[in-house]
């Protein structure tokens, strides 16, 4: 028999044209495509085999291979030379161990085959084990997303690329950004779902570590601002298995297409800015949906208008925003600190671990998912109190300003309020007259208006500043009888013991 193997189907076509058409050799010869030698040799071996035509029954390819070509390798009873591949398979596994070691020490037992046919006989033998589950895909269901291997030059620096796709009609979609970092991440994703009008039920990523805290193969923790990415647009998060690349066949496939039909065609082009290469890739993404496919009818423009369209869910009323989150334990003085800024949150939550969120433009603090404080975002090194935050005691102190008080005291009469504003005039620090006006117009409810404004207006004339001094008018009653009285010589004691005069200072 001849050494180069013919397929079984033109065997089974030289059997026929032989035995059932009784034409001649050569004739099967140029019929078939093999030489005249060729076509003698295998009616040769046939017969010796005792075959014919038709062949005898439960004679199929594999047992007719193994009858004409019985010492070819794969051929014969032996055709992995009684190699245990599940042995080799374990033992390749080993530190160090190759293919070709484990041959050598076959070769050693008797094993008499090429290293070649070897190692065929072993990727043989492990892709008839593997075992591909087709995914499905439902409408509006599953969004793929990564990353292209490829980048581009913009400006001199190299722009990543991330690309995303449906699982069922693979409508594309890519966008250059700077890096692959959260903020980055995210505002793709956003973006994502403004391109394509609505919102799927999962996004199944890569184990990117802006949105993959912590990888596993069951359960693998979505990083924070990931999953407030997700709850504002109600959609579920589901990273791929690690090192599992099938189960993102769709998102593979998508980078596959957009690095040949998008970013190749563009290889030799220089972009200055980032804003002129997204707007690039948007064309020629948009051709990529509407090229139609080669082994279905339509494209995916077409299948993703009539599948995945109705199925998504609208957009929110506002996009997300990106926020920073961070945690913090809530101090004694019911304040976190946040970027460098400190914010306070209500005091009922001191020693409280709590979650803030930063986006630029407002700091919310958050505890155990409950919104429990909201500040405009202040500046460097401010401190932002909200009074309602406070205990009532610490309110009652922090409410009572300077201009509130000249208020009041305008409230109580003119030369109260002369008085008050001269003492607050003359003050160097807020906190060193307050509490002294805060206590004098405390007295309103025990003396009146009337008697107050007196004491005052006396307290004026007679050159008094002490908020004391005040009160003892008050207690004495020397202010009443002060409007019946044009003037009024008040005059405190001036000598007395502790008064030692201008000798004890030479």
């Known amino acids: 028999m001849s050494k180069r193997r013919i397929a079984m189907a033109r065997l089974q076509q030289i059997l026929r044209m032989r035995h059932e058409c009784g034409w001649p050799m050569r004739r099967i010869g140029e019929v078939s495509g093999v030489s005249l030698g060729t076509v003698h040799a295998v009616l040769e071996s046939a017969a010796g085999a005792g075959i014919g035509w038709p062949l005898p029954d439960g004679m ?52 008499r085959y090429s290293y070649q046919y070897f190692c065929r006989c072993y990727k043989a033998w492990a892709k008839a084990g593997r075992r591909t589950m087709r995914q499905r895909h439902d409408p509006g269901d599953t969004v793929f997303a990564d990353f292209a291997g490829m980048t581009v030059e913009v400006g001199g620096r190299r722009a990543q690329v991330f690309v995303a796709a449906f699982g069922l009609s693979h409508y594309a979609y890519a966008e250059a950004v700077w890096t692959q970092s959260l903020r980055d991440w995210l505002g793709c994703h956003t973006r994502m779902l403004e391109f394509f009008g609505g919102v799927p039920q999962l996004i199944v990523p890569d184990n990117l570590k802006s949105g993959v805290s912590k990888a596993c193969h069951y359960d693998p923790d979505v990083n924070g601002a990931y999953q407030q990415w997700a709850a504002h647009y109600n959609v579920s998060v589901m990273p791929t298995r690690p090192y599992r690349p099938k189960d993102k066949a769709v998102a593979e496939n998508a980078v596959l297409q957009v690095e040949r039909w998008v970013l190749a065609p563009e290889r030799h082009r220089r972009f200055d800015t980032l804003d002129e290469l997204n707007r690039e890739i948007r064309r020629l993404v948009t051709e990529l949906n509407d090229k139609p496919f080669s082994a279905r009818p339509g494209s995916r423009a077409e299948v993703f208008e009539a599948t995945d369209l109705p199925a998504l869910r609208p957009l929110p009323i506002r996009p997300y925003r990106y926020c920073d989150v961070s945690f913090a334990t809530v101090g004694p003085d019911y304040h976190v600190q946040c970027s460098g800024r400190t914010y306070s949150v209500p005091h009922e939550y001191v020693g409280s671990r709590v979650e803030l969120r930063d986006d630029g433009a407002t700091v919310t603090v958050f505890y155990a998912g409950m919104q429990i404080a909201a500040h405009c975002r202040g500046a460097v090194g401010e401190v932002v109190t909200e009074i309602g935050h406070m205990p009532a005691d610490h309110a009652f102190v922090r409410k009572w300003t300077p201009e509130r008080i000249r208020r009041w005291a305008a409230e109580i009469g003119p030369e109260c309020s002369a008085w008050v504003c001269a003492g607050l005039d003359e003050s160097r620090h807020r906190q060193t007259i307050l509490r002294p006006m805060l206590g004098l117009l405390s007295q309103r409810g025990k003396y009146g208006d009337d008697r107050l404004n007196d ?39 001036q000598r007395h013991e502790n008064v030692r005069g201008a000798k004890a200072f030479q």
């Open 455 to 493: 004491a005052c207006a006396l307290a004026l004339r007679c050159g008094i500043r002490r908020v004391s001094q005040v009160i003892d008018i008050l207690r004495a009653g020397t202010d009443q009888g002060i409007r019946d009285q044009r003037e009024i010589a008040f005059e405190l004691p």
């Open 60 to 111: 199929d390819e594999a047992r007719l291979a193994r009858v004409l070509y019985p010492s070819a390798p794969g051929g014969g009873e032996d055709a992995d030379g009684g190699v245990d591949f599940a042995w080799v398979h374990e033992e390749s596994r080993g530190k160090g161990v190759t293919l070709k070691l484990l041959w050598i020490e076959l070769c050693d037992e008797g094993y």
